[in-house]
């Protein structure tokens, strides 16, 4: 940042002092709440936070240094302002896979290829993006997050976000972009999923029955999963296989 746009001292400080005031704005609203979903504490929470980020911005401008501390927000989201009572909703959902053991999913998509005889031209579980276009076009993906560990796939991080309409979308309307156009504040909630969030609270003492990806217990299932491996790479046994896992 160049001299001529850096904050003066005194905007600094004066950035300090709204910090000071808005502290004592919402110590007084806590001592006062009415309830749990008290909106004054609420008010006063968003404009301590903002007065904080506020002088922690121009702190780093004038002296390139930052605050010590961090107000959390509420999911990054604003402030719900949409209907009441809505007549639609959209739910949308993000999943973060990384593709751990490749040959465990191209085997799994074999056993599709072998059962279906509508599946893709042959070779298409070959590699992995065809491996995946079967699997995901042959189970939900519900299925495939409760049993992501057998389709040689890794979680990473999820998200869900239910966003309130007040009607229906025509059919065909959004299908050319699905993502577009999201209002946050249409959102009625949401469920995030993270390795960040377990390392905020992981002090390194977990129970000793787990392990270092805190499961406990699995070793059965794993030698279950590396049984339907071998299985699966079985070319006389996949369709047999197939049967009796559907």
């Known amino acids: 940042m160049s001299d001529a746009a850096q904050p003066t001292a005194a905007e600094v400080r004066a950035a300090a002092e709204a910090v000071k005031t808005a502290l004592d704005r919402h110590l007084a609203a806590v001592e006062r709440r009415s309830g749990e979903e008290d909106p004054a504490v609420y008010d006063a929470f968003n404009e301590l936070a903002a007065a904080a980020e506020a002088y922690d911005e121009l702190l780093y401008d ?13 999911d990054t989201l604003p402030p719900y302002t949409g209907p009441e009572e809505p007549s639609a909703l959209s739910v949308l959902i993000r999943r973060d896979y990384a593709v ?12 599709v290829e072998a059962a279906d005889e509508d599946a893709p031209g042959a070779g298409a579980s070959g590699t992995v993006h065809g491996a995946l276009g079967l699997l995901f076009g042959e189970f939900e993906p519900d299925e495939i997050a409760s049993r992501h560990k057998e389709f040689g796939l890794e979680e990473g991080d999820s998200t869900l976000w239910v966003t309130a309409a007040d009607e229906s979308a025509e059919p065909g309307e959004w299908l050319e972009a699905p993502f577009e156009q999201v209002d946050p504040e249409r959102v009625v909630c949401r469920f995030d999923v993270s390795a ?12 000793e029955d787990e392990g270092e990806d805190g499961e406990a217990d699995l070793p059965d299932l794993d030698e279950d999963l590396d049984t339907d491996l071998d ?4 070319e006389d046994g996949e369709s047999a296989s197939l049967e009796a896992d559907r």
């Open 231 to 234: 299985t699966d790479l079985d």
């Open 100 to 111: 751990a053991e490749p040959q465990r999913l191209m085997a799994q998509a074999r056993r």
């Open 196 to 207: 960040v969030f377990d390392e905020e609270f992981d002090d390194g003492d977990d129970d």
């Open 62 to 74: 004038r002296y390139d240094e930052v605050t010590p501390f961090e107000i959390p927000g509420e």
